[in-house]
Nanobody
Framework: QVELVESGGGLVQPGGSLRLSCAASGSIFSIKHMEWYRQAVGKEREFVAVITTDGITHYADSVKGRFTINMDATNTVSLQMNNLTPEDTAHYYC??????????????WGQGTQVTVSS
């Protein structure tokens, strides 16, 4: 069993910042990469950012220069979000590609955390 738990969402004014965290726990042999996605009301879920255990990162064009993804040795990924706009309002989900054994891997999703950007 693997569990991903997100935290850090909330209401923020335009131009403000929030930091999301996602902690992975359970039967983890190793983690290949961790990602953030988001889904706004009435829209499809979209990719936001990814980080590999080698520290390689990639961002959606819409968040480049504003969001920063990091991962630490405790299997926790964070997303620092700066200069937020109303268009960033969405439910943010953490996803991780996790090996539960040396040969068995799968993608796991968290339940998500709501980010609302509004004045």
């Amino acid at each position: 069993q693997v569990e991903l738990v997100e935290s850090g969402g909330g209401l923020v004014q335009p131009g403000g910042s929030l930091r999301l965290s996602c902690a992975a726990s359970g039967s983890i042999f190793s983690i290949k990469h961790m990602e953030w996605y988001r889904q706004a009301v009435g829209k499809e879920r979209e990719f936001v950012a990814v980080i590999t255990t080698d520290g390689i990162t990639h961002y959606a064009d819409s968040v480049k220069g504003r969001f920063t993804i990091n991962m630490d040795a405790t299997n926790t990924v964070s997303l620092q979000m700066n200069n937020l706009t109303p268009e960033d309002t969405a439910h943010y989900y953490c996803r991780a590609y996790i090996f539960t054994t040396a040969r068995s891997a799968d993608g796991y999703w968290g339940q998500g955390t709501q980010v609302t950007v509004s004045s």
